[in-house]
């Protein structure tokens, strides 16, 4: 009985030292959790008299998903470039018929009109001859096609496809020309048809070279053909190439990543689609005149209001700032600004850096010297490299810039590309104007708008539903612009 007793004494003594260890152990943990949850949260009194942290603590991971989630590229849902020619594709003869062209507008105008005219060249069997850059534009820019592009290049990576050459050979310098003015957005009857001027011609001289080819209900292999002549053979000359992989290295030197803004305030832009918000009546005015002397700009009264409130306007300044941070982006965002002189200089430039300061462009990277030999269109080149190889490409307007970068975009794995719902937002910021909404209140429905414009993969539009003619074709999304499916497909 005795030993029994002292047994289950001997065994309540140590339950009694096991209990209260375990209880000490509890209290001790709890204790550490409370002083690091107290270290984590307050870091205002964890500085210095200098505003010195004592303490490096993590940010909490909630801030490092948002941060992924602003830069964080559409899926490619597995599809690839596809620009190989069908089983079908022959090697184009060699041909004694010769096309000339002139091109028009601006360099990505030139560009998608110079990819028409290798297509062109190819359906109506010519040798296409190195296509004349517009000299006579708003930029009066006297580059040529070698000044701009890399001509041997061009040249020999379309060999199977179209037979180009530098010059028209010298007997046919005198031969009268078929001066062919091709129309728009043209299939490829027309052109079979075109074939006809053979028969009496032996060069062809295209005077115009934009939007010469319609988008889409083209042959498999003329679409991966104009694919391969815009990604693969036009590519930019070696000095442009150069220039503009080395202001991606500096942008990349000052940040991990950036956004290229294509800010399509700018003169000719403003003028040409009427569009006067938030500009002086003396701004308004020298616009006004600039459209009434451009002959070519066949609308020339325009109510700037209705183009607005339409979504037909460039986004300003200021609106591309409360765009931008509408959609989460901080103040210490790097940008990099495509775009030619901004209209009204910093007095309305400075609507956008005082929300971004940390804005660049060209001249900022570049030495005066590095940017001496670079004339209008080679500058609009090195803004199409950075706008390339950005992490973010933001356009304040649909032109023809901003579709050619996000074609580009598209087909090089779809790059993150925000294009912004112009007429959505006028109606948002005209209610900030109004008092009606607060700008703290502005992010959730621009997030909203905005769900499903990052540039993800969708399939080319075909145009507005109960529109049909040349009006349709016209209205159609832009092949370069998304050359989705032909271009881009599973294989």
């Given at each position: 009985?005795?030993?029994?007793?002292?047994?289950?004494?001997?065994?309540?003594?140590?339950?009694?030292?096991?209990?209260?260890?375990s209880?000490?152990l509890?209290?001790?943990?709890?204790?550490?959790?409370?002083?690091?949850?107290?270290?984590?949260y307050s870091?205002?009194?964890?500085e210095?008299?200098?505003?010195?942290?004592?303490?490096?603590?993590?940010?909490?991971?909630?801030?490092?998903?948002?941060?992924?989630q602003?830069?964080?590229?559409?899926?490619s849902?597995?599809l690839?470039?596809?620009?190989?020619?069908?089983?079908?594709?022959?090697?184009?003869?060699?041909?004694?018929?010769?096309?000339?062209?002139k091109?028009?507008?601006?360099l990505?105008?030139?560009?998608?009109?110079?990819?028409?005219?290798v297509?062109?060249?190819?359906?109506?069997?010519?040798?296409?001859?190195?296509?004349?850059?517009?000299?006579?534009?708003?930029?009066?820019?006297?580059?040529?096609?070698?000044n701009?592009?890399?001509e041997?290049?061009f040249?020999?990576?379309?060999?199977?496809d179209?037979?180009?050459?530098?010059?028209?050979?010298?007997?046919?310098?005198?031969?009268?020309?078929?001066r062919?003015?091709?129309?728009?957005?043209?299939?490829?009857?027309?052109?079979?048809e075109?074939?006809?001027?053979?028969?009496?011609?032996?060069?062809?001289?295209?005077?115009?070279?934009?939007?010469r080819?319609?988008?889409?209900?083209?042959?498999?292999?003329?679409?991966?053909?104009?694919?391969?002549?815009?990604y693969?053979?036009?590519?930019?000359?070696?000095?442009?190439?150069?220039?503009?992989?080395?202001?991606?290295?500096?942008?990349?030197?000052?940040?991990?990543?950036?956004?290229?803004?294509?800010?399509?305030?700018?003169?000719?832009?403003?003028?040409?689609?009427?569009?006067?918000?938030?500009?002086?009546?003396?701004?308004?005015?020298?616009?006004?005149?600039?459209?009434?002397?451009?002959?070519h700009?066949?609308v020339?009264?325009?109510?700037?209001?209705?183009?607005?409130?339409?979504?037909l306007?460039?986004l300003?300044?200021?609106?591309?700032?409360?765009?931008?941070?509408?959609?989460g982006?901080?103040?210490?965002?790097?940008?990099y600004?495509?775009a030619?002189e901004?209209?009204?200089?910093?007095?309305?430039?400075?609507?956008?850096?005082s929300?971004?300061p940390?804005?660049?462009s060209?001249?900022?990277l570049?030495?005066?010297?590095?940017?001496?030999?670079?004339?209008?269109?080679?500058?609009?080149?090195?803004?199409?490299?950075?706008?390339?190889?950005?992490?973010?490409?933001?356009?304040?307007?649909?032109?023809?810039?901003a579709r050619?970068?996000?074609?580009?975009?598209?087909?090089?794995?779809?790059?993150?590309?925000?294009?912004?719902?112009?007429?959505?937002?006028?109606?948002?910021f005209?209610?900030?104007?109004?008092?009606?909404?607060?700008?703290?209140?502005?992010?959730?429905p621009?997030?909203?708008l905005?769900?499903?414009?990052?540039?993800?993969?969708?399939?080319?539009?075909?145009?507005?539903?109960?529109?049909?003619?040349?009006?349709?074709?016209?209205?159609?999304?832009?092949?370069?612009?998304?050359?989705?499916?032909e271009?881009?497909?599973?294989?």
């Open positions: 009985m005795v030993n029994q007793r002292g047994h289950h004494h001997l065994q309540s003594s140590r339950h009694r030292k096991s209990s209260f260890f209880i000490s509890y209290v001790i943990l709890i204790f550490a959790l409370s002083i690091f949850t107290f270290m984590l870091k205002d009194a964890l210095d008299e200098y505003g010195m942290p004592l303490l490096r603590v993590e940010k909490p991971s909630i801030n490092k998903l948002l941060d992924g602003l830069w964080q590229t559409p899926s849902l597995g690839r470039q596809c620009v190989k020619p069908t089983s079908k594709y022959r090697a184009t003869p060699v041909s004694e018929h010769y096309m000339t062209v091109t028009n507008g601006g990505n105008q030139m560009r998608t009109g110079v990819t028409d005219m297509a062109v060249a190819r359906i109506m069997n010519a040798t296409l001859v190195i296509p004349q850059l517009d000299k006579s534009s708003f930029w009066q820019d006297s580059s040529t096609f070698s701009i592009f890399d041997p290049h040249i020999k990576s379309l060999g199977k179209v037979r180009i050459v530098k010059e028209i050979p010298k007997e046919l310098e005198s031969l009268p020309r078929a062919k003015h091709f129309s728009s957005w043209a299939g490829l009857g027309y052109y079979e075109m074939t006809v001027l053979w028969k009496e011609y032996q060069v062809i001289h295209v005077v115009k070279s934009d939007s080819l319609a988008n889409n209900d083209l042959p498999l292999d003329i679409q991966r053909l104009r694919c391969r002549a815009l693969h053979a036009l590519r930019f000359s070696p000095s442009i190439e150069s220039l503009g992989k080395k202001l991606v290295e500096r942008l990349r030197s000052r940040a991990q990543r950036y956004i290229a803004l294509h800010l399509r305030y700018e003169k000719d832009m403003l003028s040409f689609t009427g569009c006067t918000y938030g500009l002086t009546v003396a701004e308004s005015e020298e616009l006004r005149i600039m459209r009434e002397k451009t002959s700009w066949k020339k009264n325009i109510n700037s209001t209705e183009q607005r409130e339409a979504g306007c460039p300003t300044p200021k609106e591309v700032g409360i765009f931008l941070k509408a959609l982006y901080p103040p210490s965002t790097l940008i600004l495509a030619g901004i209209y009204g200089g910093d007095t309305h430039l400075s609507e956008l850096t929300r971004f940390n804005i660049v060209e001249e900022m570049a030495s005066t010297e590095e940017l001496k030999d670079f004339s209008n269109h080679a500058s609009a080149a090195l803004d199409y490299i950075v706008s390339i190889e950005s992490d973010i490409f933001v356009p304040s307007y649909s032109g023809n810039m050619a970068v996000e074609g580009h975009r598209r087909f090089l794995g779809h790059r993150k590309t925000i294009n912004p719902d112009r007429k959505s937002l006028v109606q948002l005209d209610k900030m104007e109004a008092g009606q909404l607060e700008e703290s209140s502005l992010s959730p621009v997030l909203q905005h769900r499903k414009r990052f540039g993800g993969p969708r399939r080319r539009g075909s145009g507005p539903p109960g529109i049909k003619g040349r009006v349709r074709l016209r209205l159609e999304e832009s092949f370069y612009q998304n050359p989705f499916p271009c881009i497909c599973n294989s």
